[in-house]
């Protein structure tokens, strides 16, 4: 085992958990955008009923 050879290792590593880290972002973004349009078809819905009546 070689110094060059840890080294390496451990850049590898760091690109795999950054990407990791940029796949999470990314659909903790598309989570909290349809949360949000969940949340906006409920209040619509609300406003709705509420205004029919």
Same mark, same amino acid.
């Given at each position: 085992?070689?110094?060059? =050879? =840890?080294? #390496?290792?451990?850049?590898?590593?760091?690109?795999?958990?950054?990407?990791?880290?940029?796949?999470? =972002?990314? #659909?903790?973004?598309? !989570?909290?955008? /349809?949360?949000?349009?969940?949340? /906006?078809?409920?209040?619509? #819905?609300?406003?709705?009923?509420? !205004?029919?009546?």
């Amino acid at each position: 085992i070689t110094v060059s =050879e =840890e080294r #390496e290792k451990l850049a590898s590593a760091h690109k795999k958990l950054h990407i990791l880290e940029k796949v999470k =972002e990314f #659909e903790k973004g598309l !989570f909290s955008e /349809q949360a949000a349009k969940n949340g /906006q078809k409920f209040m619509d #819905e609300i406003a709705t009923q509420s !205004f029919s009546r």
